[in-house]
Protein backbone atom coordinates (compact mmCIF):
# COMPACT_ATOMS: atom_id res chain seq x y z
CA UNK A 1 0.00 0.00 0.00
CA UNK A 2 0.97 3.77 -0.64
CA UNK A 3 0.25 6.30 1.54
CA UNK A 4 -0.58 10.09 0.65
CA UNK A 5 -0.75 13.25 1.96
CA UNK A 6 -1.94 15.61 -0.23
CA UNK A 7 -2.46 19.52 0.19
CA UNK A 8 -2.33 22.89 -1.06
CA UNK A 9 -5.26 23.36 -3.41
CA UNK A 10 -7.32 26.36 -3.50
CA UNK A 11 -8.95 28.86 -5.44
CA UNK A 12 -6.73 32.33 -7.22
CA UNK A 13 -7.12 34.73 -9.49
CA UNK A 14 -5.38 34.34 -12.51
CA UNK A 15 -1.77 35.13 -12.87
CA UNK A 16 -1.26 34.05 -9.25
CA UNK A 17 0.16 30.85 -7.76
CA UNK A 18 -0.23 27.63 -5.73
CA UNK A 19 2.13 25.43 -4.57
CA UNK A 20 0.91 21.24 -4.00
CA UNK A 21 2.57 19.28 -2.17
CA UNK A 22 2.61 15.11 -1.67
CA UNK A 23 3.93 13.12 0.96
CA UNK A 24 3.98 9.42 -0.61
CA UNK A 25 4.74 6.18 1.66
CA UNK A 26 4.78 2.91 0.83
CA UNK A 27 5.75 0.45 3.14
CA UNK A 28 6.95 -2.31 0.74
CA UNK A 29 7.47 -0.67 -2.44
CA UNK A 30 9.75 0.77 -4.08
CA UNK A 31 8.86 4.17 -5.25
CA UNK A 32 10.12 4.79 -8.50
CA UNK A 33 8.24 8.12 -9.74
CA UNK A 34 5.98 10.57 -8.42
CA UNK A 35 3.60 12.57 -10.31
CA UNK A 36 0.94 14.87 -10.04
CA UNK A 37 -2.19 14.58 -13.05
CA UNK A 38 -4.94 16.91 -13.35
CA UNK A 39 -8.69 15.99 -14.75
CA UNK A 40 -11.27 19.18 -15.26
CA UNK A 41 -14.94 18.68 -15.76
CA UNK A 42 -15.60 16.73 -19.15
CA UNK A 43 -11.88 15.94 -20.00
CA UNK A 44 -9.77 12.69 -19.75
CA UNK A 45 -6.66 13.38 -17.08
CA UNK A 46 -3.40 13.98 -18.09
CA UNK A 47 -0.09 14.07 -16.58
CA UNK A 48 0.66 17.61 -15.46
CA UNK A 49 4.50 16.83 -14.38
CA UNK A 50 6.33 13.85 -13.00
CA UNK A 51 9.78 13.71 -11.14
CA UNK A 52 11.55 9.99 -11.07
CA UNK A 53 13.81 8.64 -7.88
CA UNK A 54 16.98 9.63 -9.46
CA UNK A 55 15.70 13.30 -10.38
CA UNK A 56 14.20 13.02 -13.85
CA UNK A 57 11.38 15.04 -14.71
CA UNK A 58 8.65 15.41 -17.63
CA UNK A 59 5.77 18.51 -17.87
CA UNK A 60 3.01 18.60 -20.17
CA UNK A 61 3.71 20.98 -22.96
CA UNK A 62 0.55 23.26 -21.24
CA UNK A 63 2.75 24.17 -18.09
CA UNK A 64 5.93 24.23 -19.29
CA UNK A 65 8.37 27.21 -17.81
CA UNK A 66 4.79 27.93 -15.49
CA UNK A 67 5.50 25.18 -13.04
CA UNK A 68 7.97 23.46 -11.73
CA UNK A 69 8.35 19.94 -9.63
CA UNK A 70 10.83 19.21 -6.97
CA UNK A 71 11.28 16.68 -4.02
CA UNK A 72 12.32 16.56 -0.49
CA UNK A 73 14.11 13.23 -0.22
CA UNK A 74 14.42 13.72 3.57
CA UNK A 75 10.28 14.60 3.65
CA UNK A 76 9.14 12.23 1.00
CA UNK A 77 7.53 14.97 -0.69
CA UNK A 78 6.77 16.27 -4.09
CA UNK A 79 6.13 19.45 -4.76
CA UNK A 80 4.37 20.88 -7.62
CA UNK A 81 5.07 24.94 -7.98
CA UNK A 82 2.45 26.53 -9.99
CA UNK A 83 2.66 30.17 -11.34
CA UNK A 84 0.93 32.03 -14.01
CA UNK A 85 -2.16 30.07 -13.31
CA UNK A 86 -4.83 30.20 -16.08
CA UNK A 87 -7.96 29.65 -15.89
CA UNK A 88 -7.56 26.39 -17.76
CA UNK A 89 -5.35 25.45 -14.95
CA UNK A 90 -8.44 24.97 -12.64
CA UNK A 91 -9.19 20.83 -12.18
CA UNK A 92 -8.65 18.40 -9.71
CA UNK A 93 -4.96 17.69 -9.32
CA UNK A 94 -3.77 14.35 -8.23
CA UNK A 95 -1.06 12.98 -6.93
CA UNK A 96 0.47 9.42 -8.39
CA UNK A 97 2.99 6.83 -7.38
CA UNK A 98 4.41 4.48 -9.68
CA UNK A 99 5.95 1.63 -7.40
CA UNK A 100 7.72 -1.71 -8.19
CA UNK A 101 7.55 -4.64 -5.41
CA UNK A 102 10.70 -7.07 -5.16
CA UNK A 103 9.35 -9.15 -8.12
CA UNK A 104 10.15 -5.88 -10.31
CA UNK A 105 6.15 -5.80 -11.32
CA UNK A 106 5.02 -2.01 -11.11
CA UNK A 107 1.87 -0.88 -10.03
CA UNK A 108 0.15 3.00 -9.87
CA UNK A 109 -1.40 4.75 -6.73
CA UNK A 110 -3.73 7.42 -6.56
CA UNK A 111 -3.95 10.50 -4.04
CA UNK A 112 -7.68 11.64 -3.06
CA UNK A 113 -7.14 14.69 -4.87
CA UNK A 114 -7.31 18.54 -4.59
CA UNK A 115 -9.46 20.90 -5.93
CA UNK A 116 -7.45 23.84 -7.48
CA UNK A 117 -9.48 26.93 -9.09
CA UNK A 118 -8.32 29.45 -11.07
CA UNK A 119 -11.06 32.51 -11.56
CA UNK A 120 -10.32 34.93 -14.01
Known amino acids: QVQFVESGGGVVQTGGSLRLSCAAS????????VGWYRQAPGKQRELVAR???????NYADSVKARFTISRDNAKNTVYLQMNSLKPEDTAVYYCNAEVSDQNGLSYLYWGQGTQVTVSS
Open 26 to 33: ASTFSIDA
Open 51 to 57: IRTYGAT
